[in-house]
């Protein structure tokens, strides 16, 4: 089993930043990627960016220059650096892991935060 944690959210205005954290604890050996979701009221939950463990990276068109995933690989914590920050990116953010890359980036993780509120005031 693997156990993810968030922090980080809160209230910012429109066009300020926020940073995002997610430790993993558990059978981290088992993982392969880690990355963060989204989900607005009365919206599905969207992708915003995957990170594997070797680095690469693959982002939603709608965050893609304005957010950055990274990894400290070391203690096992995934961050999302958000730039920007628009209304629309109001939502509750949860951190994602699986043993596979392809599976997270569809949605398909296996492990789930319990997720962190991000308020973006106009």
């Known amino acids: 089993q693997v156990q993810l944690v968030e922090s980080g959210g809160g209230l910012v205005q429109s066009g300020g930043s926020l940073r995002l954290s997610c430790v993993a604890s558990?059978?981290?050996?088992?993982?392969?990627?880690m990355g963060w979701y989204r989900q607005a009221p009365g919206k599905p939950r969207e992708r915003v960016a995957v990170i594997t463990w070797n680095g690469g990276t693959n982002y939603a068109n709608s965050v893609k220059d304005r957010f950055a995933v990274t990894m400290d690989n070391a203690n096992h914590t995934v961050f999302l650096q958000m730039n920007s920050l628009w209304p629309e990116d109001t939502a509750v953010y949860y951190c994602?892991?699986?043993?596979?890359?392809?599976?997270?980036?569809?949605?398909?993780?296996?492990?789930w935060g319990q997720g962190t509120q991000v308020t973006v005031s106009s």
């Open positions: 994602a892991a699986d043993s596979n890359d392809y599976d997270l980036t569809m949605g398909y993780g296996d492990y």
């Open positions: 558990g059978n981290i050996f088992s993982l392969h990627a």
